[in-house]
């Protein structure tokens, strides 16, 4: 994907990868492009870690049990024989100890939660897609988006970001509700644990010129 029109993880991940990671990165993103333009097909394989995030929704709406749903996934398929059991036990750990939502009736509201911000002035637009909507108790939400990627670790910074993001974009919510997730780092980021500081928007955009600038030269290798 064009990194004038990604997600916002893939964008959080590609501002604090590592320099060799982040060119891999994009350059195999520019390989996938041409391909497309000549007739190919710029498919992957489709999103590894969708299979597993429709597993949580369901776990946490108390409709199936994620240990179960992501031993199924594995028998289904091999490749998700690593990462799954270790996003598994980061999300159970992060839901019994840190989102507090044990033992407590909790509301998957049907529609994902989708939306997208748009910087004109850089062509480029950063999409949340698939957050999810939970109703604690019926008496509070929280949306929640997740960080996947094995590296680099979202720093603090990456989190207030990624917050300012959804923040800007799913302004039918109250922005306190607001939740990034890292399932392997059993690590989550809030308003209220990591206050934005002001000064979002003038880093993201800074990020979000650098990873453009380098894309276009390495377009020209």
Same mark, same amino acid.
Request: no cysteine; net charge neutral; aromatic share 10%.
């Given at each position: 994907?064009?990194?004038?029109?990604?997600?916002? *993880?893939?964008?959080?991940?590609?501002?604090?990868? %590592?320099?060799?990671?982040?060119?891999?990165?994009?350059?195999?993103?520019?390989?996938? =492009?041409?391909?497309?333009?000549?007739?190919?097909?710029?498919?992957?394989?489709? =999103?590894?870690?969708?299979?597993?995030?429709?597993?949580?929704?369901?776990? /946490?709406?108390?409709?199936?049990?994620?240990?179960?749903?992501?031993? =199924?996934?594995?028998?289904? #398929?091999? #490749?998700?024989? *690593?990462?799954? %059991?270790?996003?598994?036990?980061?999300?159970?750990?992060?839901?019994?100890?840190?989102?507090?939502?044990? #033992?407590?009736? /909790?509301?998957?509201?049907?529609?994902?939660?989708?939306?997208?911000?748009? $910087?004109?002035?850089?062509?480029?637009? /950063?999409? $949340?897609?698939?957050?999810?909507?939970?109703?604690?108790?019926?008496?509070?939400?929280?949306?929640?988006?997740?960080?996947?990627?094995?590296? %680099?670790?979202? %720093?603090?910074?990456?989190?207030?970001?990624?917050? @300012?993001?959804?923040?800007?974009?799913?302004?039918?919510?109250?922005?306190?509700?607001?939740?990034?997730?890292?399932?392997?780092?059993?690590?989550?980021?809030?308003?209220?644990?990591?206050?934005?500081?002001?000064?979002?928007?003038?880093?993201?955009?800074?990020?979000?010129?650098?990873?453009?600038?380098? @894309?276009?030269?390495?377009?020209?290798?």
């Amino acid at each position: 994907m064009s990194v004038l029109d990604l997600p916002l *993880r893939k964008a959080l991940q590609l501002f604090y990868a %590592p320099q060799s990671l982040r060119r891999s990165i994009l350059k195999e993103d520019i390989r996938l =492009d041409r391909r497309k333009e000549t007739g190919g097909t710029r498919s992957r394989g489709g =999103d590894f870690y969708l299979p597993f995030w429709s597993d949580v929704k369901i776990h /946490v709406s108390g409709d199936g049990d994620l240990t179960q749903l992501t031993d =199924d996934r594995i028998k289904s #398929n091999s #490749n998700f024989n *690593r990462l799954y %059991p270790l996003l598994k036990d980061g999300i159970l750990e992060l839901l019994s100890a840190k989102l507090r939502w044990s #033992n407590e009736p /909790v509301e998957i509201v049907p529609q994902s939660v989708h939306g997208k911000l748009r $910087i004109e002035d850089l062509g480029g637009t /950063v999409r $949340i897609r698939d957050a999810f909507n939970a109703r604690v108790r019926g008496e509070y939400t929280r949306v929640v988006y997740p960080y996947f990627s094995e590296a %680099p670790v979202l %720093p603090e910074e990456g989190g207030r970001l990624g917050l @300012w993001v959804m923040q800007r974009t799913l302004t039918e919510f109250d922005p306190g509700d607001m939740r990034i997730i890292d399932p392997l780092r059993r690590a989550f980021f809030s308003p209220q644990t990591t206050s934005l500081q002001g000064n979002e928007e003038a880093v993201f955009r800074n990020n979000y010129r650098s990873l453009i600038d380098e @894309w276009e030269r390495l377009k020209q290798e």
